[in-house]
């Protein structure tokens, strides 16, 4: 139904909306811990808010949130791994390479999309370009970094396939998925063997990005999928640096140019394009779905 199609947008914007918020505080993080660390507490902390619903799980649910997991982490090691070589923002652009991956693979595999989706991603793509661009040469981080963008694609892919095809219970699968990451987290950490420092940790910056960034966000990215085909939660997903530019703008005083404006009016024109065809789509016909 279409009221349960704009909900899932909502879950998915207001999730975008968080993550939004992190480029500040992981910005800030970092003068005191190392991107594994930060990654590490972030998700343990947001594993334990998921341990009520970790008890008494069937098998498909641990092996598919497992999964999800290995994905999530593997997004966020390889973008961390890119940013050492490479620029932020241009990281946020190859990082959004998957809203045109993503369609590309699903046609590949036999999946039909409409023209509103194809066109979306295209403006989104160029809209994160110009929001983005900053003119530096290609580097190793950006094949890294690409590495990103084929791991969120496959990410996206597989929770539609588990909360929305299969109808996995979003809670305990947002859990598992959690304490996956933790672990191989931990695993990373462990291999790095950086230095804690008790007296410097952004207990107040972690307890943010674990608590809201992470578990509230990953589990409002389930809810919406539920509802939202994955090419167009993806094109949702690429408001992610036009919130993050406000927050920035606001919080850090950095300003856009004119081509940073025009990015975020581009992207935010593929948001609303892509959902054409629900806006377009008969009453009638409505009522007859499910």
């Known amino acids: 139904m279409r009221r349960d199609h704009l909900l899932g947008l909502l879950y998915l914007n207001v999730a975008t909306l968080l993550w939004g918020t992190t480029f500040v505080v992981i910005k800030q993080s970092l003068e005191s811990l190392s991107a594994s660390q930060i990654t590490l507490a972030r998700f343990a902390v947001a594993a334990l808010c ?3 619903f970790l008890l008494r799980l069937e098998r498909r649910v641990w ?5 999800l997991g290995f994905y999530l982490w593997l997004g966020y090691a390889t973008q961390a791994i890119g940013l050492e070589y490479t620029t932020a923002s241009r990281s946020a652009f190859i990082t959004t390479l998957y809203v045109v991956i993503l369609p590309m693979f699903l046609g590949l595999i036999g999946h039909k ?3 509103p989706v194809w ?9 994160v370009g110009l929001l ?3 003119g530096s040469p290609p580097n190793l981080g950006d094949v890294w970094t690409l590495g990103t963008a084929l791991a969120y694609t496959f990410y996206i892919w597989r929770l539609e396939h588990f909360v929305a095809v299969r109808s996995y219970p979003t809670l305990p699968i947002t859990g598992v998925q959690m304490l996956g990451v933790a672990l191989l987290s931990g695993l990373w950490v462990a291999w790095e063997g950086p230095g804690w420092s008790a007296s410097g940790f952004p207990y107040a910056q972690m307890l943010y990005l674990g608590l809201v960034a992470t578990a509230l ?9 539920r509802t939202v085909p994955a090419p167009e939660a993806a094109i949702a997903f690429t408001l992610e640096p036009v919130y993050a530019a406000i927050f920035a703008y606001f919080l850090l005083g950095e300003r856009l140019g004119v081509q940073g404006l025009v990015g975020g009016f581009l992207i ?3 948001t609303l394009v892509s959902q054409l065809p629900q806006l377009l789509r008969p009453r009638k016909a409505l009522k007859t779905e499910r």
């Open 63 to 67: 092996r598919a949130g497992l999964e």
């Open 119 to 127: 066109a979306a991603a295209m403006m989104a793509i160029a809209g």
């Open 113 to 115: 999309l409409r023209l």
């Open 217 to 225: 966000c990953i589990w409002l990215q389930a809810l919406g999928q």
């Open 50 to 52: 998921f341990v009520p």
């Open 268 to 270: 935010l024109g593929a």
């Open 132 to 134: 983005s661009y900053d």
